[in-house]
C-alpha cells in the first residue's frame, strides 16, 4: 500500500483555471507538508499542517489554499492559476514536526 | 521505474566521527542526483549534487561522488557535528522522464558530544 499517495501525477491546464491536488498518507501522521520543486530542483516548503491545523504558511500567493479535512487529508487548492504555477508538487508527511517525512511522488503541473 | 535506495536509520556517530551513508539507485541512463537535508523543525534543503558520472558534489563538508559502475551516490563527511543531525534524502531526477524528483526513504543522523 503506498503511504502519501497525491493525485493526479501529471496535470496540465490553460492559464486562469481553478485546479487541486489531492493528498492522502495512510500512516497515521500528524503533519502534511506541501513542497514545491523549483526549476533549480531546491524543494521549498509552502504550508504544513499538523492534527488539521496549519503551522506553516511560507510566502505564498493566496491563490493557494490548502485544505485538510481530516489528518489523513491535505488537498492544494489553487485559483487562477499561472504561467509560474508549472512546477513538481511534492506532498509530505511525519509523525510529528521534527520527525522523518515521507513523501508522495509528486505531481507534476503544467500551466500553459 | 526509478527507484533510490539509502541505508535504514537511525545512524548515532560521536562528535568527529566518520560519517557515510550509502545510497543506490536505479534507473536507467543518466540521472542528476542529489543530497537533501531536514534539519529539526525545519523543511528540506539542498546539501549537494551531481550531474554526471564521477562528478562529487560538495558541501559544508559533506561530499558524495556519482558512481555510474555502482549505481551509488554515498554520502561523506570526515568529522561530524553536534549540528548535523537531521534527516538525510538521497534523489534522483532522471531528465526527459517528468523532471520528477525520486526519493530515497531518508536516513536519520544522531552525532552526540
Known amino acids: 500500500d503506498t503511504a502519501v499517495s497525491q493525485t493526479p501525477k501529471y496535470l496540465v491546464t490553460q492559464m486562469g483555471n481553478d485546479k487541486s491536488i489531492k493528498c492522502e498518507q495512510n500512516?497515521?501522521?500528524?503533519?502534511m507538508y506541501w513542497y514545491k520543486q523549483d526549476s533549480k530542483k531546491f524543494l521549498k516548503i509552502m504550508f504544513s499542517?499538523?492534527?488539521?491545523?496549519?503551522?506553516i504558511n511560507e510566502t505564498v500567493p493566496n491563490r493557494f489554499s490548502p485544505k485538510s479535512p481530516d489528518k489523513a487529508h491535505l488537498n492544494l487548492h489553487i485559483n487562477s492559476l499561472e504561467l509560474g504555477d508549472s512546477a513538481v508538487y511534492f506532498c509530505?508527511?511525519?509523525?510529528?514536526?521534527?520527525?522523518?517525512?515521507?513523501f508522495g511522488s509528486g505531481t507534476q503541473l503544467s500551466v500553459l | 521505474g526509478n527507484s533510490v535506495t539509502q541505508m535504514e536509520g537511525p545512524v548515532t556517530l560521536s562528535e568527529e566521527a566518520f560519517l557515510t551513508i550509502n545510497c543506490t539507485y536505479t534507473a536507467t541512463g543518466y540521472p542528476s542526483l542529489f543530497w537533501y537535508v531536514q534539519y529539526p523543525g525545519e523543511g528540506l534543503q539542498l546539501l549537494l549534487k551531481?550531474?554526471?558520472?564521477?562528478d562529487k558534489g560538495s558541501n559544508k563538508g559533506f561530499e558524495a561522488t556519482y558512481r555510474k559502475e555502482t549505481t551509488s551516490f554515498h554520502l561523506e563527511k570526515g568529522s561530524v557535528q553536534v549540528s548535523d543531525s537531521a534527516v538525510y534524502f538521497c534523489?534522483?531526477?532522471?531528465?526527459?522522464?517528468?523532471?520528477?524528483?525520486?526519493f530515497g526513504g531518508g536516513t536519520r543522523l544522531m552525532v552526540k558530544p
Open positions: 499542517y499538523n492534527n488539521k491545523e496549519l503551522i
Open positions: 500512516l497515521g501522521h500528524d503533519t
Open positions: 534523489a534522483l531526477i532522471k531528465w526527459n522522464a517528468g523532471n520528477m524528483l525520486t
Open positions: 551531481a550531474t554526471k558520472a564521477d
Open positions: 509530505a508527511s511525519s509523525q510529528g514536526v521534527n520527525e522523518k517525512l515521507f
